[in-house]
């Protein structure tokens, strides 16, 4: 079947813009992951959403940074103002219920900060 | 802080060798450790996952030891090959289902 799928694979932009990043889930899994993961590190939690809600967003590190996931399946990441240091790999992953069963990971955006 | 960690930063193994990956944790209260593959330009792949009810797992040709005593997990992969060359991470699971990632361990395979 389809896994997650996140689009654009890759995206420029400038300092300053505004950036949306889409993260299509599997179907029927309740639960959805987004992480950061820049060169050479582990991917670092950002946001957790089980079902419409965040359950934990702890990982956002400032309020430029937002997520929803208005039905329940996809999800928009969104930074506004970027800056250089938001470069980074954006993944997203999807869960079938969030505890104790695992995450599957999409291949990533790319967002590149000129 | 806490954290989970890794050994060794680079493995070289021969082809069709053993391989060992380790994991250090430092959370008692994790219940659930994950091991993902990760190869250059992909999201990472799962591999194997363990609850701390066990201490012991095995896919194919992959087993997880875990040693809750020492906060270790291992993963072995059995007869390496190129295909496995990649980049390892081990994860656990904390409290409120959020999964925290180490800094993984490089492995090359040799012909």
């Known amino acids: 079947g389809a896994g997650v799928s996140q689009t654009p694979s890759n995206k420029v932009t400038e300092k300053g813009k505004y950036v949306e990043l889409r993260c299509d889930p599997i179907s029927g899994h309740t639960a959805l992951y987004w992480y950061r993961q820049s060169l050479g590190q582990g991917p670092e939690f950002l946001i957790y959403?089980?079902?419409?809600?965040?359950?934990?967003d702890s990982g956002l590190p400032n309020d430029r940074f937002f997520a929803v996931r208005p039905e329940g399946s996809v999800s928009t990441l969104k930074i506004q103002r970027t800056e250089r240091g938001d470069s980074a790999v954006y993944l997203c992953a999807s869960s079938l219920t969030g505890s104790n069963s695992p995450l599957h990971f999409g291949n990533g955006t790319r967002l590149t900060v000129t | 802080g806490e954290s989970v960690g890794l050994h060794l930063p680079t493995l070289s193994v021969q082809e069709g060798d053993n391989s060992i990956i380790n994991c250090a944790y430092s959370n008692s209260a994790s219940d659930y450790f994950i091991w993902y593959k990760q190869e250059s330009g992909k999201g990472p792949q799962f591999i194997i996952d363990?609850?701390?009810?066990?201490d012991k797992r095995q896919g194919q040709r992959v087993t997880v030891l875990l040693n809750k005593t020492v906060k270790h997990l291992s993963l072995q992969i059995a007869a390496t090959q190129p295909g496995d060359s990649a980049v390892y991470f081990c994860?656990?699971?904390?409290?409120?289902?959020?999964?925290?990632f180490g800094t993984g361990t490089r492995l090359q395979v040799f012909p």
């Open positions: 363990i609850r701390s009810n066990m």
């Open positions: 959403f089980q079902g419409t809600g965040a359950a934990d």
């Open positions: 994860a656990e699971k904390r409290t409120g289902d959020k999964l925290i």
